[in-house]
């Protein structure tokens, strides 16, 4: 069994006055144990909703929550706040975008470290303090020592991230989620997290759900990749599948929209045309048929379903022929 | 007309730290630019990148003059920029246009669009009467993609691209000479980065114009610029083509800098070997002695490095590097070394030979 099963998973916010707005709309994935899942998206794809449904920081009141998430067997939906509580942190961890908002601004780090130590390992304050700066220590943030009593604002972006990180596997959780825990970062301090990261998930035997917009991210470090467009999941493959041969034309086009490093020179970029706010809703239409270089009359009458076809699942009617070039823009 | 057209030489902007309340004292500098020599020729795109304070935004607005630059100068088709004054700079600035990172933030929100592209064209004379200017504007919006509907919206009702799109006519509508471009894409989606990318692109062909484009991304920078230059901590570490940057890094950090950037390519990633540089970027306001890179390089010599500063020097054609040890690195004479990472305090700007004296505050002043 996986470890982590979410199934249907639906977040709608309901607002005063407004349409009720469906942030998530069905997502199913599975996380086997030490399996990297990866969860790509522009933004409003629904992601870090996702990821806040599963940790269940999503406010009681406003968002609506359906569908299991079950972690070793159990519904964490079902579960009572203070349940909640005692599993955050212990059996799942979170690393968060930026890190200078979520750790404590007048806490010492080191506070910080031994805080989870001691709620969830029930360790003395002495015992704990040394393990804090063990954990320091191998995120590899130099001096833990003297690191342990300063404050946030003492560290540089990437060490405060290194320190998230330490807190979040503290109880060495078997589950962890890291939404994009590298966009504030500069590219060779994100090399530096990223390569930190796939070290202590392999060592440690974590499984990691790693949220991104940046498909190169994904593509060095996920097993299995699922890309959200509109708060569904359009196509879910292995890696080496999906980026070999992306079904579904989203990914085609945000393949084909990145500039690359080792493209040839001279090579045109091909933009997906529109932008998210060109959306219609899935109820009865494909949601991405609007921008959609493959669209047929029928996307916009029927929402295509999730199949399992090609080796991989995918929601479209009409999936790209592997080898054909992106279609061309269209000014808009 | 000669090819060049802009030309900075030995650029320096030091942003003075100052500390107490009754005299304002200068306790030290941010060395945000430190001595930067480019040419753009006419017609071509010049990339500048480097890593968030680095001072490549600080590089584009001296040359701007949006910010007084400490030393140095930059002469624009011929005539020294910054040295002219009043009336002579302003209408100098109609050929050099901005275009910013965040498109909401550099348009007014309550000016409408039309209004936007109009205060350009009224401030340099440029507006001939309602009919040619309505016919200039609608020329404007066809150019970058937008209906003509759109003159009478404001800011907000559009989308991140199309703002930037606005952005970018109104750089446009003065029909300058040089458009700098401060990090153009970086606060877009990727798939609409691309739209923006290509439009770029398509309106520097059609109106022949030429481009400073400032990025922390190499990918976008590499795939837009003719020539890139790549800046550390206030210098220049290495200038090539586009091209040859790519294919050949001289610099070590440029490596380090092209091992970092994720390709979206698993089959690419796993072969991939990563040069991963230990540490934090120093403080612009407290630099290393010699080699600004030196801290970090995994190439260091023990002679030179730490305290000789290396000048760009042309290895190639068209190739510039700033390090001692450029050939030999190429050559594989010297190999990499493990680096321990050095710690950088975060607001431990000042140098600590700088003696603290006198109050920092009022407090402290009146109760000594």
């Not at chain 1, 001096?143 to 404050?151: F, H, V, W």
């Amino acid at each position: 069994m996986a470890l982590l099963e979410v199934r249907d998973l639906t977040v709608v916010f309901q607002r005063k006055g407004e349409e009720p707005f469906r942030a998530v709309d069905g997502v199913s994935f599975d996380v086997e144990p030490g399996q990297t899942v990866g969860l790509v998206g522009e933004s409003g794809c629904g992601k870090s909703v996702t990821s806040l449904a599963i940790m269940g920081l999503l406010p009681k009141r406003g968002a609506k929550i359906t569908g299991t998430v079950s972690y070793d067997g159990t519904d964490l939906l079902k579960l009572s706040d203070r349940e909640m509580r005692d599993r955050r942190g212990r059996d799942l961890g979170m690393v968060f975008q930026d890190p200078l908002s979520s750790l404590n601004p007048v806490v010492p780090i080191g506070l910080q470290v031994t805080e989870v130590l001691e709620r969830h390992r029930g360790m003395p304050r002495k015992e704990a303090m040394i393990e804090a700066k063990d954990l320091l220590d191998k995120v590899g943030i130099p001096d833990p020592n003297r690191r342990l009593k300063e404050y946030p604002h003492q560290l540089s972006g990437g060490m405060r991230q290194r320190a998230l990180i330490a807190i979040a596997l503290a109880c060495r959780p078997k589950l962890l989620i890291a939404d994009e825990p590298t966009t504030a970062l500069d590219v060779t301090i994100q090399a530096q997290i990223l390569s930190l990261m796939k070290e202590l998930v392999q060592d440690l035997g974590t499984a990691l759900v790693m949220i991104t917009h940046d498909l190169g991210v994904v593509a060095g470090l996920c097993d299995e990749v699922n890309v959200l467009y509109g708060g569904k999941v359009v196509e879910k493959a292995m890696r080496h599948k999906l980026f070999a041969e992306p079904r579904h034309p989203y990914t085609h086009g945000l393949l084909a929209s990145i500039p690359r490093l080792d493209a040839a020179p001279g090579e045109k970029l091909t933009p997906i045309r529109g932008s998210v706010a060109d959306n219609i809703p899935w109820t009865s239409a494909c949601a991405f048929a609007p921008r959609c270089p493959n669209a047929l009359d029928v996307c916009r009458a029927e929402t295509p379903a999730e199949v399992e076809k090609l080796g991989r699942l995918l929601r479209c009617h009409n999936p790209v022929v592997p080898g054909t070039p992106a279609a061309e823009e269209v000014p808009v | 007309m000669s090819e060049t057209l802009v030309s900075v030489q030995d650029m320096k902007v030091h942003f003075p730290i100052k500390r107490g309340v009754f005299m304002d004292r200068t306790v030290g500098y941010v060395y945000a630019v430190d001595g930067v020599d480019l040419e753009i020729k006419r017609g071509e795109t010049y990339g500048l990148v480097g890593e968030s304070g680095c001072g490549k935004s600080t590089l584009g607005r001296a040359m701007l003059r949006l910010n007084e630059p400490t030393a140095g100068k930059m002469v624009f088709d011929g005539q020294d920029f910054s040295a002219l004054k009043g009336e002579e700079l302003r209408k100098m600035r109609r050929r050099i246009q901005m275009v910013f990172q965040d498109p909401l933030s550099s348009l007014d929100p309550r000016q409408s669009v039309e209004s936007i592209l109009i205060e350009g064209l009224r401030a340099h004379d440029l507006d001939e009467g309602k009919e040619s200017t309505s016919k200039r504007l609608r020329e404007l919006l066809s150019a970058v993609g937008l209906p003509s509907t759109a003159l009478r919206k404001y800011p907000h009702e559009f989308s991140g691209g199309q703002r930037q799109r606005i952005g970018i006519a109104r750089a446009l509508a003065l029909n300058p000479d040089l458009i700098v471009a401060d990090e153009p894409v970086s606060a877009l989606d990727v798939s609409v980065q691309a739209q923006v990318v290509n439009l770029l692109e398509e309106l520097q062909d059609q109106f022949g114009l030429t481009y400073l484009v400032i990025a922390h991304d190499l990918a976008v920078v590499k795939h837009i610029s003719d020539r890139v230059g790549v800046m550390y901590l206030g210098g220049l570490v290495e200038e090539a083509t586009a091209e040859d940057l790519y294919a050949e890094p001289l610099h070590p950090y440029t490596r380090a800098l092209l091992s970092a950037i994720p390709v979206p390519d698993p089959v690419v990633e796993d072969r991939r070997e990563r040069i991963l540089l230990a540490g934090d970027l120093p403080s612009p306001a407290n630099p290393p002695s010699g080699c600004r890179f030196h801290t970090r390089c995994p190439w260091r010599q023990a002679s030179r490095c730490d305290t000789e500063r290396p000048a760009l020097r042309e290895l190639k054609p068209g190739h510039k590097v700033a390090c001692h040890y450029a050939e030999q690195i190429q050559s594989g004479e010297i190999q990499p070394h493990e680096v321990k990472p050095i710690l950088v305090e975060e607001g431990d700007t000042l140098s600590p030979d700088i003696p603290l004296v006198g109050p920092a505050s009022v407090t402290e002043a009146l109760n000594p």
